[in-house]
RNA sequence: CGGGGCGUGGCUCAGCCUGGUAGAGCACCUGGUUCGGGACUAGGGGGUCGGAGGUUCGAAUCCUCUCGCCCCGACCA
């Protein structure tokens, strides 16, 4: 006995989060309060993250830039909403080189203040509109309590930032990014996720309107995983990002910003993990399979490890990222509980009786519903011949991806409750520590919503698009039984 | 910032109450036997007990201060 099991989400599912981050070795605890040193196994998600978003935003338009970290101090306060909402999470650098700054200068929580300063010196007519451009860079906010992945002082995101000439295109590139986002979430980290709007509590602050993708964790809370921000002229008006227009008149340019951030792979962990480790969906794990040789005597070994290596390499040459572990101080059953703790799709396994018979066995990290059922208590395994290997990989990985997708969508859709009649029952419904997203009438009071999270914990996530929407609405506010306004989902959230 | 908990080899923790300058399991190193679901065995290396001050002949242990971390709450992607 080498480890102990890992806590298991019933008991503790926050305790079990924490513990499947350090053992699977994705990030931990870094000696400074509340950031986090992101591992290779974690960093390795971000950097597939990065490589598919990006190519998903230049295919989109959009080009890659690089602003400064630190913002002077005033820039923050150009635009009151956003002073307001962003000042007391700024972490402040008050001293250079030995003396005190005239002016301090804030660490980005965002960079809406330096880009837009920025933009107004490059626009002038609307011939040079419009401009969609993005940013990979960290920033750092303040928070009071923190998670590793989910919410910590410093993280890693990239920042869509974009002026057009007119509103109705602001909003086409708003949605348009929210689309890719949620395009991004299902098809990459096999998340389903609802798109809408956020209410006014809600809102970036500075924004016109914030639309979210958001999806659900295993423990039926809800995980806020992109957001697309209309930021109207509210910013083009504080840092005078002016053009002249077709009819020779000066206006001011019209906005969006969206990002995501190392959050999601909070979300992909909270998503499909289970009690025996990580699970990654293959499109976006660092290590796709993993060949682990088996042998006992001399000749067993070098035969076996010949055609493990040949096939290794193989694979490398067409692409898969593939590792082959050849330890020789573990046997193979700790290696198994090792690669499945590490969240790695697919095993390959290969003994003498595969080298005798050109074959080899491979692992699913999950069940198969597409592949033939395990013997009661035993796990998939799959005989496939290694010269269609390539193939068997390809086939098995897309599998397991649409098996996690489907896997998300079922659960999501067996918490969600609809048609509640009474304020009273979703009350109850949150006080059973669960959770889930009730769809329900509001009125679109904002003090409705404060009273509904004071009492209840859980918070309007978004007024849902239309297609996520109930087949028949609901008429009337749930608390206040006044006509509803919206539908809407309440949730606990992250 | 309020409430709770904790700082002792890399990790998890015991020792503290009833002071006598450290101990276990895991991990690590070396050898042998193992290896198709968490191997066994023999030997070995590594900590001055978060920090500072105090009491004492003597402090991981008692006292004071301090720093940090984790969990719960208010705030948030």
Redesign the pocket.
């Given at each position: 006995?080498?480890?102990?099991?890992l806590t298991t989400r019933a008991q503790d599912f926050?305790a079990w989060y924490?513990e499947l981050v350090e053992r699977a070795q994705l990030a931990e605890?870094s000696?400074?309060?509340?950031c986090m040193v992101i591992r290779p196994n974690g960093y390795g998600i971000w950097e597939l993250i990065q490589q598919n978003l990006d190519k998903m935003f230049k295919d989109t338009g959009h080009e890659n830039a690089y602003f400064p970290l630190l913002i002077p101090q005033s820039f923050m306060s150009k635009e009151a909403e956003h002073v307001e909402?962003f000042a007391?999470?700024l972490a402040v650098v008050t001293h250079g080189g030995g003396k005190e700054l005239e002016e301090p200068l804030v660490i980005r929580p965002t960079s809406e203040t330096m880009i837009y300063t920025m933009f107004a010196k490059w626009v002038q007519g609307y011939r040079d509109l419009p401009i969609l451009m993005n940013q990979w860079a960290n920033?750092v906010?303040w928070?009071?309590?923190?998670?590793l992945?989910?919410?910590?002082?410093?993280?890693l995101?990239q920042e869509g930032h974009t002026a057009h000439e007119t509103e109705a295109e602001a909003e086409e590139e708003t949605l348009k990014m929210l689309g890719v986002y949620r395009k991004f979430a299902e098809e990459f980290m096999a998340i389903p996720v609802i798109t809408g709007l956020k209410t006014d509590s809600?809102r970036?602050?500075g924004a016109l309107r914030t639309y979210c993708i958001e999806a659900m964790m295993q423990d039926n809370k809800a995980?806020?995983a992109g957001?697309s921000h209309n930021l109207g002229q509210n910013f083009s008006k504080a840092f005078d990002l002016k053009f002249q227009g077709r009819d020779g008149s000066v206006q001011y340019a019209w906005n969006t910003s969206w990002?995501v951030?190392?959050?999601l792979v909070g979300g992909i962990i909270m998503t499909h993990s289970d009690d025996?480790g990580l699970v990654l969906p293959p499109r976006l794990a660092p290590t796709v399979a993993v060949i682990v040789p088996?042998?006992?005597t001399d000749e067993e070994?070098a035969s076996v490890l010949e055609a493990a290596d040949a096939i290794y390499n193989e694979m490398r040459s067409k692409g898969f990222r593939v590792k082959i572990d050849k330890r020789?101080?573990?046997?193979?059953?700790?290696k198994?509980?090792?690669w499945?703790?590490k969240g790695v799709p697919l095993?390959i396994?290969?003994?003498?009786?595969?080298?005798a018979n050109k074959t080899?066995?491979i692992?699913p990290r999950i069940t198969l519903d597409s592949r033939e059922a395990a013997k009661p208590g035993r796990?998939q395994k799959l005989f496939v011949s290694m010269d269609t290997l390539s193939n068997s990989i390809e086939e098995l990985s897309s599998e397991l991806q649409a098996q996690l997708l489907k896997n998300a969508i079922a659960r999501r859709e067996a918490n969600t409750i609809r048609g509640v009649k009474t304020y009273e029952e979703m009350k109850e419904i949150f006080s059973k520590g669960e959770g889930a997203f009730v769809y329900a009438g509001w009125n679109g009071d904002p003090a409705i919503e404060a009273k509904v999270k004071e009492e209840t914990?859980a918070t309007i996530r978004c007024i849902p698009d239309a297609e996520f929407r109930s087949a028949v609405a609901p008429a009337t506010c749930l608390v206040t039984g006044e006509k509803a306004k919206h539908e809407v989902i309440w949730s606990k959230?992250?």
């Open positions: 006995m080498a480890e102990e099991k926050s924490n605890h000696p400074v309060r509340g909402g007391p999470e920033v906010r928070e009071m309590r923190t998670r992945f989910l919410r910590t002082s410093e993280f995101w809600e970036f602050a995980l806020q957001t990002g951030s190392t959050r025996d088996i042998f006992k070994r020789d101080n573990m046997s193979p059953g700790a198994y509980y090792e499945e703790l095993r396994e290969i003994g003498p009786k595969d080298v080899v066995v692992v796990k914990k959230a992250y």
